[in-house]
């Protein structure tokens, strides 16, 4: 049977796991998270041994992962990373709805992602009335140069295509961070896996509030947090966000 893909999975001793193509490969956070290993068409299927376990270093770890996986599942959800791309010219990250994204104030560089309409397009950000940059790309997607975000200001982002289609969307800089459970801080884990498990935690805080703030994060990171980043864009669909007027 075929599986969707789900960003956590819980795995016993006995499972395998396989790869039938040369284009994919499945990354697997063993021991707690301690034991990196990518299984690929030469090594499929992978067998889950005991010597995969969790150690001791990494029980309190592991029963707080136990302890929250119900709600990230419930979070997440499956996902099909297959799933064909919005024909729509349309920008998840900041659908205009009912409640506005937020990011932590500071100077910091935006990553945005968006679908469809035509290339080139032109990326405007605003504080306001006020035009802080304009970026022409080929792509759907875009790094922006380093941003000076205030607390408490509203900033537009405006993407326009070849064809004057237009979408805006807005997010709010806030002065309030956030503090981790500190099991995470002192759990000894690859950085990587600490940081997945941080950002996945963090999408579930305060009803998705900091969704936005864990897609900038988790874009600085490498290639193997591509499937969290394309859960991000699933569950932002079903959750409100705006624009400060």
Not at 196 to 224: D, N
């Amino acid at each position: 049977n075929m599986l969707k893909v789900k960003l956590i999975t819980l795995l016993k001793v006995g499972n395998e796991i396989s790869v039938n193509d040369e284009q994919h490969t499945i990354e697997l956070g063993l021991g707690g998270g301690t034991q990196l290993v990518k299984v690929t068409l030469k090594n499929s299927p992978f067998q889950i041994k005991p010597a995969h376990q969790v150690s001791d270093e990494s029980t309190q770890l592991w029963k707080w992962t136990k302890q929250h996986f119900n709600d990230w599942d419930k979070l997440m959800q499956s996902i099909d990373i297959c799933q064909p791309t919005p024909k729509n010219f349309t920008m998840p990250l900041l659908a205009n709805a009912k409640e506005t994204a937020v990011l932590v104030a500071g100077k910091r560089v935006l990553h945005l992602q968006w679908y469809g309409g035509n290339p080139p397009y032109q990326v405007e950000i605003k504080q306001r009335r006020t035009q802080l940059q304009v970026l022409t790309t080929q792509n759907t997607n875009i790094k922006t140069e380093p941003l000076s975000l205030q607390a408490g200001k509203p900033y537009r982002v405006v993407i326009e295509d070849a064809e004057g289609q237009q979408i805006i969307g807005g997010f709010k800089a806030i002065a309030t961070a956030y503090s981790y459970p500190q099991v995470l801080q002192d759990a000894p884990l690859p950085d990587e896996t600490r940081h997945v498990l941080k950002a996945t935690w963090l999408v579930g805080q305060e009803h998705g509030k900091w969704l936005f703030e864990v897609y900038q994060q988790i874009s600085e990171t490498s290639q193997s947090t591509q499937i969290l980043k394309t859960a991000l864009l699933a569950q932002i669909k079903t959750l409100t966000r705006g624009i400060s007027r």
